[in-house]
């Protein structure tokens, strides 16, 4: 069985195919860097997304705040709702990558400030 | 008044790179003049990621992009004015600026370099009948509103445009929340990169309606529903296609357009597609001295290619201003076949360099050469599996190929 995808991890958006054995990925075509196939290999067995949206802190500045790293796509609805519950005091500095809330639903991401 | 050597207006990153670059190559007395509280421009309202893979080698959001920009610039000493606004430009590069903390200032400069960036294209724009509800807004307004203000225009959803900042909103309203009921789409194809279709439409289940289009708007004080119609190829609505779609917020995006007013107040004509200044390999424009760069030349895909342009303008304003220009210039009109749409520079006055030549092109084709003919001789081509609207493209034209008296040189689609 084929699968086509299209790979998300640079603009180019390169057409892929990905032939699958069942749940196991045989070979990986129509990418042209390895990060593709990666890409391919990544959304056929274990699905991951990078989060980014804001969080509101002890003053009330909307500060920008993203994964470190992508977690399971399953578990963004998830994340977004513990990311809107969290206040964090970093107000009059600059917040730039501090670490807002560790190891997010055990996923092994951490949610760090991606603005001011 | 004041005499500054390079103003910079716009410290979005085209502005900000500019400055760093006009520094390293020479130029020391340099003020950068930004309208908002805070350099960065549009980068600081898109949160998302994706920025900085061809700059920073990495992944970054929007604001994080607009950091390193930012703080590469406060490395050296260079002036910087947010919260002041630019009236007017003078032919003979006076600028005429205001603030609450200065009043209105004016300023001779040596050069200038545009950096203004762009704006969206509204919904007076199109024609869109109807009533006039509030819930209607500019998907970079929502933008703004979700990212930087921290509130939600609204709950159920649609988008008509499906350009990049289209499918970002469409993402973001829904991981707050929101349901986003469709994205409509005039066009046969998306405005927007493959991978913002997959990651922002798909991976929602987002429905994206090709060749469709919002033609009635229902509500008195706010937005109800919309009618969305499908289109043939004269992008006529066809009877009988209607859906009526209940929504309380309608995003637009439909299009940037280059902010080139003040370049106007200069006296500069401004080229009828890309809607910028037409510009040589230098990033100069008609006047001497007033270079333009970023989304107020032409609007780009990528913040990288907005720093890269920046940087061009910010060398070649530093060497005008030391008097190292070259001034053994030629004047080769460049041109485009109407499958290639525009091509940026327009204009070559030296042939003894580099030329990365951008285009874009009108529509989407499939295995195509793209050549470059001087006088009718081909000096470069490229071999191209697909080439769409939405993702600009550049072919390099190496220095010494052209000659002095090249009179054109024209820039085409073949099939392979």
């Known amino acids: 069985m084929n699968r086509e995808l299209t790979c998300i991890v640079c603009p180019m958006g390169c057409r892929l195919t990905v032939e699958l054995n069942g749940k196991e990925v045989v070979s990986v075509s129509g990418n042209t860097c390895k990060r593709g196939e990666d890409y391919a290999r990544s959304e056929c067995t274990n699905p991951v997304r990078v989060i980014t949206t804001t969080v509101r802190t002890k003053s009330g500045k909307i500060l920008p705040v993203k994964t470190d790293k992508p977690v399971p796509k399953e578990l963004m609805t998830e994340c977004m709702r513990l990311i809107n519950n969290l206040c964090p005091d970093c107000d009059g500095e600059i917040a730039m990558g501090k670490i807002i809330c560790e190891n997010i639903l055990n996923t092994g991401a951490n949610i760090i400030a991606a603005g001011k | ?416």
């Open chain 2, 1 to 416: 008044m004041r005499n500054v050597d390079l103003v910079i207006i716009g410290g979005g990153p085209a502005g900000m790179c500019a400055a760093v670059s006009a520094y390293n190559a020479g130029a020391k007395d340099i003020l950068v003049i930004e309208r908002d509280s805070d350099l960065g421009g549009i980068l600081r309202q898109c949160i998302h990621n994706g920025f900085g893979l061809h700059r920073f080698k990495e992944e970054l959001t929007g604001p994080e992009y607009a950091y390193k920009c930012e703080t590469e610039l406060k490395k050296f000493p260079i002036d910087v004015w947010c919260n002041t606004i630019v009236t007017d430009i003078s032919k003979d590069k006076i600028v005429t600026a205001m603030s609450s903390e200065r009043g209105v200032e004016k300023i001779q400069a040596k050069a200038i370099i545009l950096a203004m960036g762009c704006r969206e294209r509204p919904r007076g724009a199109l024609n869109i009948p109807g009533t006039r509800p509030a819930g209607i807004f500019s998907a970079g307004t929502a933008q703004k509103y979700v990212n930087m203000m921290g509130y939600m225009p609204g709950k159920n959803v649609v988008i008509l445009g499906s350009g990049d900042i289209g499918l970002i909103m469409a993402r973001r309203m829904t991981l707050e929340g929101a349901k986003v009921h469709a994205v409509c789409e005039v066009m046969p194809y998306s405005g927007g990169l493959a991978r913002n279709i997959e990651q922002c439409l798909n991976d929602f289940d987002i429905p994206l309606y090709l060749s469709h289009t919002v033609t009635d708007i229902h509500g008195s004080d706010r937005i109800e529903a919309v009618t969305v119609s499908q289109v043939d190829e004269k992008m006529q609505p066809i009877k009988g296609t209607e859906m009526y779609i209940e929504c309380d917020t309608l995003l637009l995006s439909v299009g940037l357009i280059p902010e080139n007013e003040l370049s106007k107040s200069a006296g500069l004509t401004l080229d009828s597609i890309t809607r910028g200044c037409r510009v040589d390999q230098n990033r100069q424009t008609e006047i001497e001295g007033v270079f333009a760069c970023g989304n107020v030349l032409h609007v780009h895909d990528l913040a990288d290619f907005v720093s890269e342009e920046g940087e061009v303008a910010g060398e070649s304003a530093a060497k005008y201003i030391l008097g190292k220009a070259n001034t053994e210039k030629c004047n080769i009109n460049v041109s485009t076949d109407g499958k290639v749409r525009y091509s940026v520079p327009q204009k070559i006055t030296d042939t003894t360099v580099d030329i990365k030549l951008y285009y874009r092109v009108s529509g989407v084709f499939d295995n195509v050469m793209v050549v470059a003919e001087a006088d009718g001789e081909i000096i470069a081509k490229q071999k191209k599996a697909k080439v769409v609207p939405g993702e600009m493209q550049y072919i390099v034209i190496k220095k010494d190929t052209l000659k002095k008296d090249t009179k054109e040189l024209k820039i085409r689609i073949d099939k392979a």
